[in-house]
């Protein structure tokens, strides 16, 4: 009933930017989390950012100063603004989200597709 719909990735040069969104849909109560994470081919999918429902922010290290992430609420909607992109930031990246379907409901985790993103000149 909950669905993550990612967008905003494609190829991009050294130093450049990409804002990469994912839109939250269906019975959705509160959401309580909203992370970003990525996985590069042969390596195992790594935690980028976090924002919590109450709007603290987490980093991995290899992104802090350049990556941003965001949330608009109105439209359950959460945001990475990536700038001075680096070709190992080349991945997949997938939208994550902890979701409460009703106010006695378990949260439950939900993926996103995936939206691609690579850095090459």
Avoid: H
């Amino acid at each position: 009933q909950v669905q993550l719909v990612e967008s905003g990735g494609g190829l991009v040069q050294p130093g450049g930017s990409l804002r990469l969104s994912c839109a939250a849909s269906g019975s959705i109560f509160s959401i309580y989390y909203m992370g970003w994470y990525r996985q590069a081919p042969g390596k195992q999918r790594e935690l980028v950012a976090t924002i919590t429902s109450g709007g603290r922010t987490d980093y991995v290290d290899s992104v802090k100063g350049r990556f941003t992430i965001s949330r608009d609420n109105a439209k359950n909607t959460v945001y990475l603004q990536m700038n001075s992109l680096k070709p190992e930031d080349t991945a997949v990246y997938y939208c994550n989200a902890a979701v409460s379907r009703g106010i006695l409901s378990t949260v439950n985790s939900y993926w996103g597709q995936g939206t691609q993103v690579a850095v090459s000149s």
